[in-house]
Each structure stands twice: as structure tokens, then as C-alpha cells.
């Protein structure tokens, strides 16, 4: 049972005016992201050059994210509603355990959104290693992979939420941590390095995937090999940008979090509650996220427009060569065929 005390710290909490900002911020960026999730998954849905693979992890991460954004929502609107409701005395508004256990869906989210570009990473290079067969094949791989995806959030989460007590008063709901310093800062390790190693993979299959396009204009490539090389630099594309935005949220979280540990003994609970909502921007990088992956799906659309209008008389010219040529080579056959008989 809290004391007096505990419910003076629950009421200081409750008035922090820097912690109702922060919750309010948060909260307002939340709800701008599920308009944005619901269309992210219906754009990916209707895209043809994305392999089914492909598919599959872009929805993990859009399912999880829309998971996020509405868990913020709930947690984050009943302590506003609480804060600002009418209450006497601090011990009125303590949290409950079974709300709080919202938080672990919070933290299993925002691990799949994380690790989403190493496991992409993964996926293409099955792409680019097996483009002869790959267009409408491992689709097994797929499956796998998500089952992976989902399994190495867990595993994070499951290390970083160990060893918890569950004695302690609740004043904020705060996802339970171990009481090992190491153990707690591990998955942070684990998902930097991740994205270390995600980024010269990229720059390798992108340099390969040119290669082998290259290759294909050479030589008598099928439609379907063309057609899945052409698939896999647009993937490419759009995962540099889920790439580079990553590197960025995950090295700014962890270079936070690091730098918060240092000063929050020196804090108020409530500064220490506000200051882990801004560390975990997880909305804030969906937004920036969704727009540029926009504003690079419209690239392609100008720049065709832009090549068919300058290129389209020689296009033609190139055709009608074609089957001139083929029209006198039938031509000949048939004269020698004629000779002859």
C-alpha cells in the first residue's frame, strides 16, 4: 500500500507541466501516425514491383508500428485524463499494474520497427542471389523470416524485461526493466550493431544488383529476370531510406539513452518519466518515415513521364527498324524457298 509520502510523488508527477507537455506531444504525433500506418499498409498491398517477401516485412513493420502508436494512445491519453481530472489527493491516481502491462506491447513494437532493416537486409540478398528463380518462388522464405522478425523482438524484450519486481509503487507506467545494467543496455548494443552491419550489405547489393543489370542489357536475359532485377532495385531503394532513417532514430535512441542515464538520479520523477517519452521518438521517426517513402514513390512516376516524352520518336524508330528487317528476312526465305522448289 503507498503512503503519504508516495502519494505526494504521485501528485508531483501529476502536475509537472514539463511531463504534460511531453505526454501531449507524444499523444498528438501518435494519432497522426494511424492515418499514416493504415495507408502505408494499403499502398504496400497495391504494390507491383514489391515481391511477396517484401510484402510481408514491410507489413510487420507497419502492423507494429500502428500496434505502437495505439498503445501510446491509451497509455498516454488515460494519464493525461487523470492529471487534469479532478482529483484530492495523489493516491486517487496511481496507475494500475494490469494498464501498465500495455507497456510491453510498447517496447515488443518498437523492437520489431528496429530490427526491420537488418531482417529486409536478409531478405534481399536471397533476392539478388536467386533473381533467376525468385519472382514467384520462396515465398516460404518470407514466412520464415517474419517468424524471425518477430522472434528477435521478443528475445530483446524478453532480456531487457527480466529479473522485474513487482513490489515497487507504480507512479508512471515504465516498462519493467532488469536490475542489471548490462542486461538492460544489451538489445540497444544489439540493434546499433545491427544496423552497422545493415548498411555496407546495402551498398554491396545495390552495387551488385547494377552488375547484373548491366549484364542483362548484354546479354539475352528473359522478361522475368529483367523484370525481377528491375524489382529489386526499387526495393532497394525504398529499403535505403527505411535504412538510413533507422540508423538515424536508432543512434540518436542510444547515444539518449546512454547520455540520460548520467543525470537522471539528479532528476524528479516526473522529468525522468518526460525525458524517456522524448528518448523513444518512435512516432516522430514514423512521420518522417511515411513522407519520404511518398515522396520516393512519386520519383519513378516523373521521371518515366520525362523519359517516354524525350525518347518516344526513337523508340518508334527502333521498332518500326525491327520489323522491317524481320519483313525482308521472311521475304528472302520465301524467295529461296520458291528457287528452289
Not at 17 to 32: A, E, P, Y
Not at 112 to 121: A, I, K, M, Q, Y
Not at 142 to 152: C, D, E, P, Q
Request: hydrophobic share 45%; glycine share 2%; charged share 15%.
Amino acid at each position: 500500500m503507498p503512503n503519504e509520502t508516495d502519494c505526494q510523488v504521485m501528485a508531483e508527477v501529476a502536475t509537472s507541466s514539463f511531463l504534460r507537455t511531453s505526454l501531449g506531444m507524444t499523444t498528438l504525433l501518435c494519432i497522426l501516425c494511424v492515418p499514416c500506418t493504415i495507408y502505408s499498409f494499403l499502398a504496400i498491398q497495391k504494390a507491383t514491383k514489391l515481391h511477396f517477401n517484401s510484402k510481408c516485412i514491410f507489413h510487420t513493420l507497419t502492423i507494429f508500428a500502428f500496434i505502437h502508436m495505439i498503445v501510446r494512445i491509451i497509455l498516454h491519453g488515460k494519464d493525461l485524463l487523470n492529471y487534469v481530472g479532478p482529483w484530492m489527493s495523489g493516491c486517487e491516481i496511481f496507475p494500475s499494474r494490469s494498464r501498465c502491462e500495455l507497456r510491453k506491447l510498447y517496447k515488443i513494437s518498437a523492437f520489431v520497427v528496429e530490427v526491420t532493416p537488418f531482417v529486409l537486409t536478409a531478405e534481399r540478398f536471397v533476392a539478388t542471389f536467386r533473381a533467376r528463380h525468385y519472382e514467384n518462388r520462396y515465398k516460404w522464405c518470407g514466412v520464415l523470416l517474419n517468424i524471425f522478425h518477430i522472434s528477435l523482438a521478443l528475445f530483446l524484450f524478453t532480456i531487457q524485461s527480466s529479473e522485474k519486481v513487482g513490489g515497487d509503487i507504480i507512479y508512471y507506467c515504465w516498462m519493467s526493466s532488469t536490475g542489471n545494467r548490462y542486461m538492460l543496455n544489451l538489445p540497444i548494443f544489439v540493434i546499433v550493431f545491427s544496423q552497422l552491419i545493415t548498411i555496407p550489405a546495402l551498398l554491396y547489393l545495390l552495387r551488385k544488383n547494377e552488375k547484373f543489370r548491366e549484364a542483362s542489357l548484354q546479354k539475352r536475359s528473359t522478361l522475368s529476370q529483367r523484370y525481377q532485377l528491375s524489382q529489386n532495385l526499387q526495393t532497394l531503394t525504398k529499403f535505403r531510406i527505411v535504412s538510413t532513417v533507422t540508423w538515424i532514430y536508432v543512434t540518436y535512441n542510444a547515444a539518449a539513452t546512454f547520455g540520460v542515464h548520467f543525470f537522471l538520479k539528479s532528476m524528479s520523477s516526473a522529468g525522468q518519466f518526460a525525458i524517456i517519452e522524448i528518448v523513444h521518438c518512435l512516432p516522430l521517426y514514423y512521420l518522417i518515415l511515411i513522407f519520404l517513402m511518398v515522396k520516393e514513390d512519386k520519383k519513378p512516376h516523373r521521371q518515366f513521364s520525362i523519359k517516354v516524352d524525350h525518347y518516344e520518336p526513337q523508340y518508334f524508330n527502333d521498332l518500326q527498324k525491327f520489323f522491317d528487317q524481320s519483313f525482308d528476312k521472311v521475304k528472302k526465305t520465301k524467295s529461296v524457298t520458291f528457287v528452289v522448289s
